[in-house]
């Protein structure tokens, strides 16, 4: 089991910044790869960023391409995303997730999720 858990969420004006943390513990961080998804209300879970065990590859949505920043220290057993520039349409519940295996884009193939964190951007 790899328990996760969000932070850093918030209320921020369009154009503001916000760094959201995610927490692991359980299993050994390093074997398992991450990503952050999103869900907005009335909306299914999308995919926003994933990064590699090791942390050398990454991939981030259109959506959040140029704007937002995937990273992770293995030693603290967290992951980041540094979200810049942002608008009201990123406004969402956003949430990270470990799986054991390669690049994923779908939810489906996350075992492990957080409770999620929420970022508010107004207008």
């Known amino acids: 089991q790899v328990q996760l858990v969000e932070s850093g969420g918030g209320l921020v004006q369009a154009g503001g910044s916000l760094r959201l943390s995610c927490a692991a513990s359980?299993?050994?961080?390093?074997?398992?790869?991450m990503a952050w998804f999103r869900q907005a209300p009335g909306k299914e879970r999308e995919f926003v960023a994933f990064i590699s065990i090791s942390g050398s590859s990454t991939d981030t949505a259109g959506s959040v391409k140029g704007r937002f920043t995937i990273s992770r220290d293995n030693a603290k057993n967290t992951v980041y995303l540094q979200m810049n520039s942002l608008k009201p349409e990123d406004t969402a519940v956003y949430y990270c997730?470990?799986?054991?295996?390669?690049?994923?884009?779908?939810?489906?193939?996350?075992?492990?999720w957080g409770q999620g964190t929420q970022v508010t951007v107004s207008s």
């Open positions: 359980g299993r050994t961080f390093s074997n398992y790869a």
């Open positions: 997730a470990a799986r054991n295996g390669i690049r994923n884009w779908s939810p489906h193939a996350y075992a492990y």
